[in-house]
Every structure is written in structure tokens, then in C-alpha cells.
């Protein structure tokens, strides 16, 4: 029995779409050499509503660059990236089986990629919100931005991936800091935390000193807390060593922002936020410190819930690390992407020597 002519037309039609799928698939991937072409490190930093950038250079000098204000797309999307219902497979993968059934997935991101588009809508927000803190960072230092590192709030659904195809996407190096253990993002709580000079070693050119250093860096724990006009998140954060950092347990609220201060009841339930971690732990820490990042940890009613949570709960006196603190992440980020490619530079010509 023939087809009507119509459906033999739409068979038509998806065979010849099938076909080029296939063969884009088919065709290898153009590698793009990137290179890193200067020594400062440029940091950004995700915030729930906003981003910024900071810059540091050999020198020593490290500089706040700009905030770029979040549009209504990126906020939606850090939202939608805080529920536990947006969780789903992805790199790095515990085991064959979950490669596997992440194929189809892989294969949508990796078509849309051979076609010059961003390997997801989610990866088209963040590109344009990078982009935009590379263009403030180019103008501010002079010249072309090349490699870059950036942290994240920790929330359950910004995966380390996405960052990946985002610089990808940019043709911006993307630094890396945890060789194995790929696609592992930097978290804000541990760029904040060496934003305020903390966790580092004090001479990172002497690689060896620097590394016996930081490797006896005392292990401690903070109460970690970001809080911004939209958004409050707070962990009970394990730290050494500003490459080192344990978060648990950890709640993110992208609701509970200074903004909505005039709400029944806000400021209870910014006390229960902030209490949250150390209540909910199944073991009692030995807090030593809160660490206190985000545009409005500032605001005097804030300090004034801070302080009856750390004296009743906490039981003691801690230390407050607050320095800069709507750009201390973007700083520490900044910082650590100096390191990383002093590193990488100094490799690279051994390598070329040897």
C-alpha cells in the first residue's frame, strides 16, 4: 500500500533532518587553541540577582572591577537552579551507568553546540551575564580578557558544566583548580573566604613553599552566610586551605532577600535561615568564625538577628570575616585565578624548554 503523498513528504522531510544531524555529529569538532595571554587574574562571581568582577595583578594590587545587574531571565533561572526539582544527571558522572543514561541528554547539548548555539538556554543566560563582566574587565584593565575563573552560590542545580560550555561558548579559558575532580565548580563561601586573605600562602611563586604551606593551613569551621537583596543561603562550611571546602548542611533561599524585609514574619525566619546549619547538623561543630559575603550584610537590622543567633546558638564570642563583602567572592576568585596561571605559565614554558 503507497503512502499519501503527504506523509511521504514529512518522511522526506525527517529522513533529510535525520541525515544532517548525523552528519554534523559526524564531522569532527573544531578545536579552538586558546591560549592565556596575560599574567593578572580576572575573578567573577554569580550572585542569585547580580554578578561582579575583580581583577589581580602580579604586583600584589587587586581591584573591585563592576557589578552587572542580573536581567529578569537570569533571575529566573537561579531560581529555577535552587530547586531540588531542577536536579538531574550530569558531568562528572559516579559511574558508567549514569553516562549512559545521560546520553540523550549529552547528545542534545553537543548537536546544539556544532551548531554555533550554546549547548543549552540555561548556557545562553550565563554566556551573556560572562560576557558582559568580560567586557567591564576588558575596559577596566586595558586589554583583551583571555582566561578567567568564576564561583557560584551553592545551589543544587548550577552545575560545573554549564560554566564549561559557557567559557566555551566565549572562547575564554576556563581555569581550572581541582585537576581531579573535573567540572567541580568554586562555591562562594571558599572565594569569599580567600577574598578576605585567608587560606592562601603568602609567596605563590615559590610553588613548593607554597604548597607545604598551605598544606598545614589548620582545618576550621565557619558558619558561612550570603545575603543579598533577593536571597539568603547558609552553610555550615568545613575550610583549610582557600582550594578546600565541605558545605553541609546548607539552605538556600532565593525568596528570603533583604527586599522583602516588610513581609510577616521576615526577620524570624531570616533568624531560623541563619540558624539553620548548626541546628541541623548531625554533629555538633566547633564553630570558630562567620563568614559574611553578599551586597546587604551591611544593613544594621541584619547584624542585629546575626548577633542573637551566634551568642544563644553558637555559645560564644566568633570572629566576623566581612571585608568587601559584595565583592570579596568576585576578589578571591580574582586572586586564585592568578595563581592558577602563574602555574600554568610556568608549566607551559618548562615544558617548551624541556
Not at 577574598?195 to 598544606?215: F, H, K, M, S, V
Request: net charge negative; glycine share 4%.
Amino acid at each position: 500500500m503507497k503512502l499519501p503523498s503527504a506523509a511521504r513528504y514529512i518522511w522526506a522531510v525527517l529522513l533529510f533532518i535525520f541525515t544532517v544531524w548525523i552528519l554534523l555529529l559526524s564531522f569532527p569538532k573544531k578545536q579552538h587553541q586558546l591560549s592565556i595571554t596575560h599574567e593578572f587574574g580576572i575573578g567573577f562571581d554569580l550572585s542569585p540577582s547580580y554578578a561582579t568582577v575583580a581583577v589581580s595583578y602580579p604586583n600584589g594590587s587587586i581591584q573591585s572591577i563592576a557589578r552587572v545587574e542580573g536581567n529578569q531571565s537570569y533571575r529566573e533561572m537561579m531560581l529555577r537552579l535552587s530547586l531540588l526539582s531542577s536536579q538531574h544527571l550530569h558531568q562528572p558522572y559516579q559511574d558508567v551507568g549514569e553516562a549512559i543514561r545521560d546520553s540523550a541528554r549529552r547528545t542534545v547539548r553537543n548537536t546544539r553546540k556544532e551548531l554555533g548555539l550554546p549547548s543549552s538556554r540555561d548556557v545562553g543566560i550565563l554566556s551573556n551575564m560572562i560576557n558582559d563582566l568580560r567586557d567591564q574587565a576588558s575596559i577596566s584593565v586595558g586589554e583583551p580578557i583571555s582566561a578567567a575563573a568564576i564561583s557560584i552560590p551553592h545551589l543544587v542545580a548550577l552545575y560545573g558544566e554549564d560554566l564549561h560550555d559557557a567559557f566555551e561558548y566565549l572562547s575564554l579559558v576556563y581555569l581550572e583548580f581541582f585537576p581531579f575532580s573535573n567540572f567541580r565548580p568554586i562555591h562562594a563561601s571558599i572565594a569569599a573566604y580567600a577574598g578576605n586573605g585567608l587560606g592562601l600562602c603568602e609567596d605563590y611563586r615559590d610553588i613548593a613553599t607554597c604548597e607545604e604551606e598551605e598544606l598545614h593551613i589548620p582545618p576550621q569551621f565557619a558558619l558561612s552566610v550570603s545575603y543579598t537583596h533577593t536571597s539568603l543561603t547558609t552553610s555550615q562550611a568545613h575550610i583549610s586551605n582557600a582550594y578546600y571546602l565541605e558545605e553541609t548542611p546548607t539552605l538556600e533561599d532565593l525568596r528570603l532577600g533583604y527586599d522583602s524585609r516588610h513581609e510577616e514574619s521576615y526577620w524570624e525566619a531570616v533568624r531560623d535561615a541563619l540558624q539553620y546549619p548548626v541546628v541541623n547538623s548531625p554533629v555538633r561543630r566547633n564553630i570558630s568564625m562567620v563568614l559574611l559575603f553578599g551586597d546587604t550584610t551591611e544593613r544594621p537590622r541584619f547584624r542585629e538577628v546575626l548577633e542573637q543567633v551566634i551568642d544563644p546558638v553558637l555559645g560564644r564570642d566568633l570572629d566576623i570575616i566581612d571585608q568587601q563583602p559584595e565583592f570579596s567572592a568576585a576578589i578571591g576568585t580574582a586572586e586564585l585565578a592568578k595563581r592558577a596561571i602563574f602555574r600554568q605559565l610556568k608549566e607551559s614554558n618548562t615544558a617548551t624548554e624541556l
